[in-house]
C-alpha cells in the first residue's frame, strides 16, 4: 500500500515536497510513478522512479522544475517541485509501475487518497 502526503497551498513559484510511503512492500524493488489529476482533466503522469537502478523519466511539462527521488531505507518516494505554477494544481497520486527511462507504464490497480497541492496567490 502506497500513501501519498505533503501536498498543501502554495504560491505561484513556491516549492513542495511529496512523499510516498510504503506499508506491506519493499520500494526498492518497483518503479514508482507519480500522477496528478487536476478538477475536469484527466490523469496524467508526472514522473517516475526505478527504485533498484535509479533510472527517471518526466513529464516534458515539469522537467527542470520538478525531481523525483527515493529513499529505500525509509521505503519511501519522494517529489520535489519546485517553481510551482497555477497549473500544477492538482490531487498527486502515488503508484507502483513499470518505469525507465523512455517513460512508465500504466497502472491499473486501486488508486489512493492522493495529496491535494493548490498553486495559489
Known amino acids: 500500500q502506497l500513501q501519498a502526503s505533503g501536498g498543501g497551498l502554495v504560491q505561484p513559484g513556491g516549492s513542495l515536497r511529496l512523499s510516498c510511503a510504503a506499508s506491506?512492500?519493499?520500494?526498492?524493488?518497483?518503479?514508482i510513478a507519480w500522477f496528478r489529476q487536476a478538477p475536469g482533466k484527466e490523469r496524467e503522469g508526472v514522473a517516475c522512479?526505478?527504485?533498484?537502478?535509479?533510472?527517471?523519466a518526466y513529464a516534458d511539462f515539469v522537467t527542470g522544475r520538478f525531481t523525483i527521488s527515493t529513499n529505500n531505507a525509509k521505503n519511501t518516494v519522494f517529489l520535489e517541485m519546485t517553481r510551482l505554477k497555477p497549473e500544477d494544481t492538482a490531487i498527486y497520486y502515488c503508484a507502483p509501475v513499470p518505469c525507465d527511462p523512455s517513460g512508465w507504464g500504466p497502472y491499473f490497480g486501486s488508486w489512493g487518497q492522493g495529496t491535494q497541492v493548490t498553486v495559489s496567490s
Open positions: 522512479i526505478n527504485t533498484p537502478s535509479g533510472n527517471t
Open positions: 506491506g512492500v519493499t520500494l526498492g524493488y518497483y518503479g
